[in-house]
Each structure stands twice: as structure tokens, then as C-alpha cells.
């Protein structure tokens, strides 16, 4: 029990340090965000008016008052979600913006990293377990061959097989022009329908990295005096591999999964750019190329959590699972 | 010494009449080239207890694996057959169905048939490599599965059960909520002697079960295997290289060499007439550190390679000191001689002559003597040379967790003396401090109080520079001497890195230097040595290049870390003797750290024996061992299994 709590406190305190970094970090930047917008309006020759500055500034609720109190605001603003509005989609707020653009990430990018993992642990276990067979040979062959090619060549390669000519898959998108996006069924259908090519093209390389870790693992814990135990306990053959062998071999695994699901929230930025999905990736490029200040500090903002939040969560599950982390936080 | 009286074999009548419980035929098993077991055939009866003894290399944990066909790939049956007689245990009702009657032949029943007879006949314990427990399951799990899948036992009943086998070895059954890393090594090998005897089996196949743990936990682990064998009935077969454990607890013994067994006879009898010349060199390899003299013999050479084709003749021969021409020709079967079986030509010729006696020695080999006083080697240890002063050292551990702190005294008050052409002996058990010691003495480690003084110098105050070039004057000799040589360098270049860092040797005086090493610590022609990586060498070899690299500085004082507790036994007298010779030829004076009182015996002037972190008696090696004053060294004495003094006595 003090193992989970004092991963708990931990966490506060990451969170802490990470959410008040944010918050010191923009302003050591030079420069004054009014100024640029307005000379972004404006082009770049003309001269700028002050009155101009001064009523961006208030319209975007630029920070006034001594740092701590501005701290203290900021840290308010934090808790109920207030993140200002958005310099690239003037009039809607960044909560707003991201609160648009984070299911799509979630739902692709989470299922994609979840099967990819399962199926890529079953596929090393299944592996090992068969070492040197013909289902190891192939896999493993298979996967260190698919590994050494580029995601984006993949992606490109299915556009143009599967949507291009063949036409099975839209192109492009999250959702097609027609259908309104509201919580109706044909609008699932459609988003579904969208999603497939994207994470087809996740899920081809998501368990490589999975499967090599997987089968080296368990390789090793099959030679493990316990696993040699447990078969010369008599034990079948499913319950040798799974709670002797594979138990032990995916601990390591769940640790990567576990962060892995930190990235989840910053959504991968290449997939959605080659399909033009509308997550938080292409939201985060559309931010940066636009110099939109609050947007990108939130979405960093996120990022940080949902790492931070992915640590608690393997410590965690690391705890759950393997009894010698628990002690050695107790002695 | 009741305890030892009841260790004495042959209170049961270990040949049981009639068929055997498990008939080895011809049995040869291959790693790829390598033909690990060579033509072996044995038997094994109901409740017997048979060791089977043997070196590195020489295919015995092999055998064993084959037995219970666990055999790691690529190791296949090549050949012959394990046949498994169940004929039902008289007098005693097993649940499930009945056994087989038929013999079975373990190489080629079905998986599932084997699976079925696996635990419930026949289980085994592993080498206390302290891995032979899942470490993410509880203790009552592993019993558990077991249990569930081999009976209809489920539940409290199954529970109870547990707690009575954990009983059984002495554990208190709340143990079973622990898991593995909670446990002791000690304890763990219980656990897994009690799990071994879960579902009452027939046969039970110890390897190595107590190498790596402390001689006075090792002694009670045995005494309680052989009570629960006597009281069940279940036969053993003891696999180890340990001598004395082997002959003291099996009433059979069986020696293999080069993957055939060479001699099977009555541990009793083998004691008093070892047959083939290899187990007289092993025996003459032993010794009771008690005797008035001490002798110990080690068999020169190495085994042979098993992987090279086209060996012919006995495979001893070249390590033979009794080899005639038959024995380079034409390799020796197993065949009943004396009174036991023997595969060796010279003894059956002599057993054919008469009673088998020969005119050699059962010591044979070549001999490290121990006299009983140390007359021959200069003058009194009192009056020789005193390189570096131990006083009065305390050293206390603190290891911080969140605001807990705990604190282990590792050394207290601990003073003595190293001197020229001396060794000391430190002797205790793992966790007496003796490694904190010997990392003050070599300056890594300053003590809280108290000083280490090497001539003028302050060891415990040195830093920096100053330590450094101390660090010329202390070398360590390791336990493990291929973890102590770097696989990517060849023993020219390791030897020639202490030369130039500390010697300024250079150039083309470098290479006559590192020849003059290898010479010295009997590496010759070291020519052919300079050139060669460690793991092309023996491991006695390996450990004569590590005391070469620690001669090169010319130091005064040598570490010996347990530096013979990794060699075969055949070969341990061999670098004991080495040791010897450079501490009385270049008076180093020498610090021999270790837990095995026989070769402190051989080789200590001085014994210091140390207890949790105190010095509980100290004085002339002979006095220690002989007349031991302190209950913890008698006791550290009374563990060492002895089967010369038992059977005397």
C-alpha cells in the first residue's frame, strides 16, 4: 500500500512542477503576443497602432498584474479549464479546439495502441513459445522486415492501393462533408468508416516494437529454472506458457504500454497529416505553423499530463503485477 | 554429534528387493557435437539414496535432465533408453489411478502420459540457482498448481496440506502467503524441497541442492532431506560435485567422468577402496581439516574436450597417473569389480590379479601437504614482518528509505595483523562482514572508526592520488576468475595493463615481462598462452592468469577472495599450492577470505573467524581448527560434511 501511495504523491508533485513550468516557460519568451497578431493582421510594413495592441490584448485576455498574482490566476484558469482563446480559430476558445480534436485522437490512436499491443504480446509469446519453428521464423522475419519500413511509405502505399485505386476507403478525413457530425448512428458508421485506413496503417508497424520485446522475454524466462520447474511439475503446457513464462515476460512490455498511452494525447502528427484526420496532431502542427500560443502551450499542457498520468499508471500496474517493486519501496 | 550418527547410511537397507523403480539403458545424450553422456546404464531401487558425483563438464546435470526429459535444446537422447518400473509402493493406498506396472520408457511416451507422471512419481529440485521459484507468484500458489492438477484436492484441505509440507522442512506455514524475494536462499531451497514432496513421489532428483549456501544452513537442508527419505521411502539420486556431501548422506555412489560413469560402489565402501584412479584422485582431493596432518592431492590436467571426434581409449588416461597401454587404446567398460562396478582397466586387471590392491597410494596425483606445525617455513609468524595493521575498525551500514533508516553494524572492533610470507585467513559465512574488511584493507571502503595502517601510511585516510598508487601494493584475486577477465582482451594485453600502469614497463621490455608472469604462476610455455582469449582456458587456468595480473605491480599484500571456491575439486589443491609457493617465495603477505575451513587449513598460517561483523576467535590455524573455543566455530567445524570421521567413528 505505501508503494501506490507514494506513487500517487509523486505524481502530484510532477504535475505540479509540470503545470507551473508551463506557466513560467512562455513567459521568458521575448516579445509581446498582442504585437504579433496585430502585425500579423496587419502585414508586415505597416506601422501599428497602440490602440490596436492594447484592444487585442484585451480581447484575447492577455495576463495583467504582478507575477503572482498572475500565477495564482493562471493556476485558477488551470482548474476550471480555462485556457484563453485560440489566436488561429478566433472566436473559439482553445478548450474548445481541443475538445473537438481529442475523441478523434483518443478513439484512433488508443484503439490502435491497444491492439497493437495485444496482438503484437501474443504474436512474441506464440513466437517463443515455438522458438525456431516455422511460426517464429515467420514472424520474426516478417516483423524485423515491416520494421524497417518508413510509417509515412506504408500510409502513402495504402492511399493510393486501397482508396486511390481500388477506391474502398475515402482518401482523406474524418468524416465526410454530407453527413452532419452529431451522435447518430450513420455519423458512427461514417467516422468508422474513415478511421479504417489510418489505423490499418497504425497497426501494421504498433506491434513490432511489441512482438521483438514480447519473444526476447520470454525466450529468456523459457530457460528459467522455474519454467523447466513448472513443466517437470506436470503442469499443461498452456499453463506453463502463460503463468510461468509469459507472466514474467510481459512485465517489461507493460511499462512501455503504459507510457506508450501518455502519447496518446499528443496524437501522432504524421498519420493525421497524411490523412487529414482532425486530431490533436493536426492540431498541434495547425498551432505551431500559426504561432498560436495559447493552443500549443495547452496542448503541451496535455501532452505533459497524459505522460506523467501514463507513469502513475505503470507504476502502478508495475506494482500490481510484480511483488519485488512492492518491497523494495517498503524496506 | 547425534545428528551426525543419524546421517549415517545404511540404517535403511537401500537395496530393495526385486525390480528397479527406474532402469537407465544405455543412455547417450548430445549438445550438437558435443556427446555430453556417453553410453550410461544404471539402476535406481525404491528408496534408495544414490549420489551421483562429478566435475564441471563431466555430463552429470545433463544425465539428470534426461532423466526426467528436461533437457534444454539442442541436447537430444541420442540413444538407449529410461525406463520407468511403478510398480505400486506396498502398504500404501495413492489416490488416482493405478500406476503402471509395465515398464515405460521415458524417452518416448506422449507428452500428456509423461505429463501425467511428472510431480506425481517423480519430481526433482533444482540447483539453488534461487530462480527455481516463480518470482510473481506466492509460495502457496506454486504448491497449489501442483497440487490441483495431479489430485482432486481443492480448497482448505489443500491449504492444510501446504502448511504440513512446509512443516515438514521446518518452515512456519504462515511462509506460504510470502513470495519468492521474500525468502532467505536457505529457505527457498526448502520451499522447493518441500514442493519436490508434495504428491508423495517415488523418485526425487536432487541437483545440486545446496551449492551457493552457507555450510551450516547447507548441513541442516541435507539432515533434513535424508530424515523426510528415511520416514517416506523415496528414492534420491543426489546429484553434485561436493565429495563430502555426496559420500557422507547416498548409500550408493556413482562418479562420472567425461559423461560415463567410471565407478558405482557403496559409499562405504568407496571411502576405503576407491577403484578407479579417478576417484582416488578426487578422495585424495578431500580431507578432514581436524587431522593431526592434512594432505590434499589434485589430479593434474584437464578433461578432455567432448566435442573432438575420434578420441580413443579411456578418457582419464592422459590425467592418469596409473595408465598402462590399454588404456590409450581401447576404452574401458563398466563391469563388476571388487565390490562394486569400476570402468577401468588397471583395476580390473588388479582385482583379476587378487584382491585389487595396487602399489600406489589411494592419494593419487600430486600431493599439497599441510604439516602439522610450520616449521619449514622461516621463522615463527610472530617474528616476521608486520606489512599492514588492522585496529580496532567499526563500519555500519545505513540504508535510508523515506524516513526510515536502518542501520547494520557490519564490522565491530575488529583488529589483526598481516604479515610477510603469512596468510591469514578470514573464515565466516556470507554476511559476517568479511568482504567490508577486505574493502578496507584494499582502501575501498574507509572504516568509521579505528585504522588500517600499511607501513607509515594511514589506508583509511587516503584519497585521491594517494590511493591510487596504494592500490600498487594491495591486489585482489577473485572468486569468479572469467568475470574477473575481460572475454575481449587477450591474457597478453590484461597482463600488460598493470606492467605499464604501474611498473612503467613499455616497449619491447613489456612482452619478456608478462612471459616471466605466466612462467612464475606455471603457465608454461607462456608463449603459447599471451595470444589466447580467457575462455580458451581452463578455469584453473584462468585463475592462474588472475593471480599473475595481481603478482605484476609486485604488491605486499594479496587479497584472495574465495579464489578456489569455483574450480573443480580436482584442481583446487593445484592453485592452493601456486598461492602457497608465491607467499612464502616472495614473502606477500596475504588476506584469504573464505568460508571452507579445509583449504584455510591447508594454506592459513593464521585463522581469523568472524560472526556477524565480530572477531569471535583468532590465532595459529592448527589451534583454531583443532582446539575451537568459540561455539560458532565449532559449529562452523560440525557443518563440514565429513565421511572419513564417520566412518571411523
New interface residues.
Given amino acids: 500500500m505505501r508503494y501506490f501511495v507514494?506513487r500517487v504523491m509523486f505524481f502530484v508533485l510532477t504535475l505540479w512542477a509540470a503545470v507551473t513550468l508551463n506557466f513560467i516557460i512562455p513567459r521568458l519568451q521575448p516579445g509581446d503576443p498582442a504585437q504579433t497578431m496585430v502585425q500579423r493582421l496587419a502585414g508586415q510594413s505597416e506601422a501599428i497602432d497602440p490602440a490596436a495592441i492594447r484592444a487585442v490584448q484585451i480581447m484575447l485576455g492577455l495576463p495583467t498584474g504582478s507575477i503572482f498574482e498572475q500565477y495564482v490566476d493562471y493556476l485558477q484558469a488551470v482548474v476550471r479549464g480555462d485556457f484563453g482563446i485560440s489566436y488561429t480559430y478566433f472566436p473559439y476558445t482553445v478548450t474548445h479546439m481541443i475538445a473537438e480534436a481529442l475523441p478523434w485522437t483518443i478513439v484512433l490512436v488508443g484503439v490502435t495502441h491497444v491492439l497493437g499491443f495485444v496482438i503484437g504480446t501474443l504474436l512474441g509469446a506464440a513466437a517463443a513459445w515455438k522458438r525456431?519453428g516455422k511460426f517464429d521464423t515467420v514472424v520474426s522475419l516478417g516483423s524485423t522486415f515491416i520494421g524497417t519500413l518508413p510509417f509515412f511509405w506504408i500510409a502513402l502505399i495504402l492511399i493510393y492501393v486501397l482508396a486511390f485505386t481500388l477506391r474502398w476507403f475515402p482518401e482523406a478525413g474524418g468524416y465526410s462533408g454530407e453527413i452532419d457530425p452529431a451522435w447518430s448512428w450513420a455519423f458512427f458508421g461514417d467516422a468508422i468508416y474513415h478511421g479504417i485506413l489510418p489505423a490499418l496503417s497504425l497497426l501494421i508497424t504498433a506491434p513490432i516494437g511489441w512482438i521483438m520485446g514480447m519473444r526476447n522475454n520470454m525466450v529468456h524466462t523459457l530457460?528459467?529454472?522455474?519454467t523447466?520447474?513448472?513443466?517437470?511439475?506436470?503442469?499443461?503446457?498452456r499453463?506453463v506458457a502463460l503463468?510461468?513464462s509469459a507472466?514474467?515476460a510481459i512485465?517489461p512490455n507493460v511499462t512501455g504500454f503504459a507510457l506508450g498511452l501518455g502519447t496518446i494525447l499528443g496524437g501522432t502528427v504524421m498519420v493525421e497529416m497524411i490523412f487529414g484526420y482532425p486530431g490533436m496532431g493536426k492540431l498541434m502542427f495547425d498551432a505551431i505553423s500559426n504561432r498560436d500560443y495559447p493552443l500549443m502551450q495547452t496542448i503541451f499542457l496535455f501532452t505533459t499530463i497524459g505522460v506523467l498520468l501514463a507513469n502513475l499508471c505503470a507504476d502502478i500496474l508495475y506494482g500490481v503485477?510484480?511483488?519485488?517493486v512492492r518491497?523494495e519501496?517498503?524496506? | 554429534m547425534t545428528e551426525r550418527a543419524s546421517l549415517e547410511p545404511g540404517a535403511v537397507s537401500p537395496e530393495g528387493a526385486g525390480s528397479p523403480l527406474l532402469s537407465v539403458e544405455n543412455l547417450s545424450v548430445s549438445y550438437a557435437a558435443t556427446r555430453a553422456v556417453r553410453d550410461v546404464s544404471f539402476q535406481l531401487h525404491d528408496g534408495e539414496f544414490v549420489g551421483l558425483l562429478g566435475e564441471s563438464g563431466s555430463g552429470k546435470t545433463t544425465l539428470g535432465n534426461a532423466l526426467l526429459r528436461l533437457l534444454p535444446p539442442p541436447g537430444r537422447i541420442s540413444e538407449g533408453r529410461v525406463m520407468w518400473w511403478g510398480s505400486a509402493r506396498t502398504g500404501e493406498a495413492r489416490e488416482g489411478p493405478e500406476p503402471h506396472r509395465a515398464g515405460r520408457d521415458l524417452t518416448t511416451i506422449g507428452q500428456e502420459d509423461l505429463r501425467r507422471l511428472r510431480w506425481r512419481e517423480m519430481s526433482t529440485v533444482f540447483q539453488s540457482s534461487m530462480n527455481s521459484l516463480n518470482p510473481v507468484l506466492t509460495i502457496e500458489t506454486q504448491f497449489r498448481d501442483v497440487i490441483e492438477e495431479h489430485t482432486a484436492m481443492r480448497g482448505a484441505p489443500a491449504r492444510q496440506r501446504i502448511g504440513q509440507l512446509l512443516e515438514m522442512v521446518m518452515l512456519d506455514p504462515s511462509y506460504m502467503r510470502f513470495y519468492p524475494h521474500e525468502l532467505s536462499g536457505g529457505m527457498k531451497q526448502r520451499v522447493a524441497l518441500a514442493l519436490a514432496l508434495a504428491l508423495r513421489p517415488r523418485f526425487v532428483l536432487l541437483d545440486e541442492p545446496t551449492t551457493g549456501l552457507d555450510v551450516i544452513v547447507q548441513r541442516s537442508i541435507l539432515d533434513n532431506v535424508r530424515a523426510l527419505q528415511r520416514e517416506q521411502g523415496f528414492a534420491v539420486l543426489l546429484i553434485s560435485h561436493d565429495l563430502g556431501t555426496v559420500m557422507e548422506v547416498s548409500d550408493r555412489v556413482m562418479v562420472m567422468y567425461a559423461g560415463k560413469i567410471v565407478e558405482d560402489q557403496r559409499a562405504s565402501t568407496m571411502i576405503a577402496e576407491p577403484m578407479h584412479p579417478y576417484t582416488r584422485g578426487l578422495l585424495g582431493a578431500y580431507a578432514d581439516p581436524r587431522a593431526r596432518e592434512v594432505e590434499i592431492a589434485y589430479i593434474p590436467g584437464r578433461p578432455p574436450d567432448l566435442s573432438r571426434p575420434g578420441q580413443r581409449g579411456c578418457l582419464f588416461a592422459p590425467r592418469c597417473q596409473e595408465a598402462i597401454d590399454v588404456c590409450r587404446a581401447e576404452e574401458p567398460v563398466l563391469s563388476a569389480m571388487g565390490q562394486g562396478e569400476a570402468a577401468c582397466h588397471v583395476a580390473e586387471a588388479a582385482y583379476a590379479a587378487g584382491d585389487g590392491r595396487r602399489d600406489q597410494s589411494a592419494r593419487a596425483g600430486e600431493v599439497f601437504t599441510a604439516p602439522a606445525g610450520r616449521t619449514d617455513r622461516g621463522p615463527r609468524v610472530e617474528r616476521r614482518q608486520e606489512v599492514l595493521a588492522v585496529a580496532g575498525v567499526h563500519k555500519r551500514y545505513r540504508s535510508r528509505r523515506g524516513l526510515k533508516v536502518t542501520e547494520v553494524d557490519a564490522v565491530q572492533d575488529v583488529s589483526f595483523v598481516l604479515r610477510a610470507g603469512t596468510v591469514t585467513a578470514l573464515v565466516g559465512q556470507s554476511g559476517s562482514g568479511k568482504t567490508t574488511l577486505a574493502r578496507m584493507v584494499t582502501g575501498v571502503e574507509r572504516p568509521d572508526t579505528g585504522s588500517v595502517t600499511f607501513g607509515e601510511l594511514r589506508v583509511d585516510r587516503l584519497r585521491g592520488r594517494g590511493l591510487k598508487a596504494y592500490r600498487r601494493h594491495v591486489q585482489l584475486v577473485f572468486q569468479d576468475p572469467f568475470a574477473a577477465l575481460n572475454p575481449a582482451h587477450t591474457i597478453g594485453y590484461t597482463l600488460s595493463r598493470p606492467l605499464i600502469n604501474h611498473q612503467d614497463v613499455t616497449g619491447a621490455a613489456l612482452r619478456p615481462a608478462i612471459e616471466e608472469l605466466l612462467e612464475r604462476v606455471g603457465l608454461s610455455p607462456a608463449s603459447t598462452y599471451i595470444e589466447k582469449y580467457p575462455h580458451q582456458l581452463s578455469g584453473g587456468q584462468q585463475q592462474r592468469v588472475v593471480v599473475a595480473r595481481a603478482l605484476a605491480p609486485d604488491p605486499e599484500i594479496i587479497v584472495a577472495d574465495e579464489p578456489i571456491s569455483m574450480l573443480d575439486v580436482s584442481i583446487r589443491a593445484e592453485i592452493l599450492e601456486l598461492l602457497d609457493t608465491l607467499v612464502r617465495e616472495r614473502g606477500i603477505a596475504m588476506l584469504y577470505i573464505t568460508h571452507d575451513l579445509l583449504s584455510a587449513r591447508v594454506l592459513a598460517d593464521e585463522v581469523l573467524v568472524l560472526h556477524n561483523g565480530k572477531l569471535v576467535e583468532s590465532g595459529a590455524t592448527l589451534e583454531v581448527i583443532r582446539g575451537a573455543r568459540d561455539a560458532y566455530t565449532r559449529q562452523l567445524l560440525d557443518a563440514i560434511p565429513n565421511p572419513f570421521a564417520t566412518r571411523r567413528g
Fill in positions: 507514494s525456431n530457460g528459467e529454472d522455474y523447466r520447474l513448472a513443466l517437470a511439475k506436470g503442469l499443461r503446457q499453463r503463468t510461468y507472466r514474467v512485465l503485477l510484480d511483488p519485488r518491497r519501496a517498503q524496506t
